[in-house]
């Protein structure tokens, strides 16, 4: 055994920034996202998530580009009377604006969460899947109304038969991905209540969740202006 | 361990800045529908508002403008995919469209 005492590693100098940084995070030897590994995760879901949605609008787009038959007139098919009024589109621009605001009362609890204000963190959360349930309903109203006027995925007598197996697809997936969340939303709140990351002080499942409800509201972005406003 | 394990910290004013702006983008995307706008200004219009608040969304909401390089480009580059895919079935429900018309009328 050589006497010569090892020089102690040097510490790690902080990775570079830019282009730079790029390159020396993916030619890392052990990991390659400088994130909690959870955050990295569901990133890569999402990524996926990304391929199923953009594969059905590329499918919707496909089938009401081929078609023959004149397309329902969507602005009308999802009006609403108010009095005597008929409002085009009005229960989808409230749906809209449900999920927005969800979504910032989702970021405004990732914000507490990280200052360790556990209570109000949970409850901006419990307000956020309140307002995913508030938009899950309106869509299973949706639903019954147009099932009601004969809409089916086969046929709908308002035009073009794709009409509606497109439309109980698209928003059927996205609402499943809604009920997913509300319920995801609920867990992770009631964990936060009962104290469950105190201990490590690790409060890095709330942006995780964040992330999950803030891509169900960016894909009702693309649906919104793919399907409804099209 | 690593340094960038700590959680995305930003201050609550920006959060309600970008919701705020989101609402005017909603508004404004369904006022194009409630004007009736139509043909090539109602594509483009549509296509701005929409991609104005995914960007928003993704930039602030989901903290992916203060990440690294690497996670950015692994996580949006990906699904540019998805444009040759579109371009292949935009030619592929041409020709369907046009043998329809051929054969079934």
Known sequence: MSAVPMPSSPQPAAPPDGLRGLVSDWSSDRQAFHVPWGKAMMWIFLLSDTFIFGSFLTGYMTVRASTTVDWPNVSQVFSLHVGATEVPLLLIAIMTFVLITSSGTMAMAVNCAYRRDRVNAAALMIVTAGFGEMFVCMQAFEWTKLILEGVRPWENPFGAAQFGSSFFMITGFHGLHVTGGVILLIIVSIRLLRGDYERTGNYAIVEIVGLYWHFVDLVWVFIFAFFYLW | ?105
């Open chain 2, 1 to 105: 361990m690593s340094t960038g394990t700590t959680g995305q910290q930003h201050p609550i004013g920006l959060y309600l800045k970008i919701w705020a702006l989101l609402f005017v983008l909603s508004t404004l995307s369904y006022l194009v529908d409630y004007f009736h706008f139509q043909g090539l200004m109602r594509w483009s219009l549509i296509i701005v508002f929409m991609l104005l608040k995914a960007g928003l969304i993704v930039a602030i909401f989901m903290h992916m403008a203060w990440e690294r390089l690497s996670l950015i480009y692994a996580i949006l580059v990906p699904p540019l995919c998805l444009l040759v895919l579109v371009g292949l079935m935009w030619a592929e429900a041409d020709h369907t469209f046009l043998t329809r018309l051929l054969f079934f009328r």
